[in-house]
C-alpha cells in the first residue's frame, strides 16, 4: 500500500514556475513508476509526465516537454515535478501517481495509487 500525498500549488502569473512534491509512504517507493497527471477545469484527466523507479528513463506528453520536468529523490521518497514559463491553460488540480506494474504509463489505467491532488492556477 502507497499513499500519496502532493504540495505546492497555488496561484502564479502565466511566465511562472511552480515545484510540486508528492510525498510517498511506504519504504519500496523506489521499485514504483510515478506519475504526474492534470484535470483542467471540464476536462477529462490528462498525462504530463512519469518517470521509473531508478529514474533512468521518463516519459512526457509532447506539449510539455521543455516546459516541465519530472524527477525523483528516492531517498525522500519523493517526486517532483519543475513546471517553467507556466500558461494559462496549465490551470488544473495535478495529481500524484504510482504504479508497481507494467502497462502504458501514459494512461491512468497504468497506476494503482493517487493522490488528492494539488490546485494550480495560472492567472494572464
Known amino acids: 500500500q502507497v499513499q500519496l500525498v502532493e504540495s505546492g500549488g497555488g496561484l502564479v502569473q502565466a511566465g511562472g514556475s511552480l515545484r510540486l512534491s508528492c510525498v510517498a509512504s511506504?519504504?519500496?517507493?523506489?521499485?514504483?513508476?510515478a506519475g504526474w497527471f492534470r484535470r483542467a477545469p471540464g476536462k477529462e484527466r490528462e498525462f504530463v509526465a512519469a518517470i521509473r523507479g531508478s529514474g533512468g528513463r521518463i516519459y512526457y506528453v509532447d506539449s510539455m516537454k521543455g516546459r516541465f520536468t519530472i524527477s525523483r529523490d528516492n531517498a525522500k521518497n519523493t517526486v517532483y515535478l519543475q513546471m517553467n514559463n507556466l500558461k494559462p491553460e496549465d490551470t488544473a488540480i495535478y495529481y500524484c501517481?504510482?504504479?508497481?506494474?507494467?502497462?502504458?504509463?501514459?494512461?491512468?489505467?497504468?497506476?494503482?495509487?493517487w493522490g488528492q491532488g494539488t490546485q494550480v492556477t495560472v492567472s494572464s
Open positions: 511506504g519504504r519500496t517507493f523506489s521499485s514504483y513508476v
Open positions: 501517481a504510482a504504479s508497481d506494474s507494467g502497462g502504458n504509463y501514459y494512461t491512468e489505467r497504468a497506476y494503482r495509487y
